[in-house]
């Protein structure tokens, strides 16, 4: 079963996806708000998949005899400069959530935990999917620009990219 200290990093781990699920929710109603509405869509599906990474983080606690809780999101930035602070932020936020997901792996390993380091794989590989998705979005803005109809045909190409998640 967990030890105390394992069973604090996964709550807190448990907070960080709930933030991002409530960060990526708030920025598709910005995005909403600007008329960038495949970006929107993409935002809110990426909220719902966030949410999902909180459960199952959250069953995974209490299947192992521990109790998960339910955290506390304040904070949460509602305006956003840009289409492209947008991007930014959210690579900028999922390398945080990778590196905290690895410093848990590490954690485990360490302790030889082994249940919770195989347990957290299927985070290792989801953390490299969504950092690359991140980038190919920011790339669109580079290889597009901005100008004219840009930012339209940027916030298509986000809404095409979801296939690729
Ligand atoms: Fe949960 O993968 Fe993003 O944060």
Redesign the pocket.
Known sequence: SLTEETEALLNKQIM??GK?SAYYLSMASWCDTQGYARSAQFLYTHSE??RD?MLRLFNYVNDAGGHALQPEITGIKHKFKSLREVFELILK??IE?TLSINSIVDHCFQTKDFATFNFLQW?VT??RE?ETLARRALELFDIIGEEGVGLWTIDQEIGNLEGAE
């Open positions: 960080m996806e991002s998949e966030e990474h936020h999922e959530v985070f989801e953390q969504e």
